[in-house]
């Protein structure tokens, strides 16, 4: 599910297996990654993620 700010839901991004983790990536951190249990999916979303503070 996709939330705001104020945690009122937004959106709900269906896929045919469940997810069990997503991330931001790209090179404008606009693409939404999603892990599943056999699949890799991806999407482009009209935000961005946050930097990452990792080196």
Not at 37 to 54: E, K, M, P, Q
């Amino acid at each position: 599910m996709v939330f705001n700010p104020e945690g009122k839901p937004l959106a709900f991004i269906r896929l045919p297996e469940r997810c069990a983790n997503l991330c931001f990536g790209g090179a404008k951190r606009n693409r939404l990654f999603m892990a599943a249990s056999r699949s890799l999916y991806a999407l482009y979303v009209n935000t961005r993620g946050c930097r990452s503070s990792a080196s």
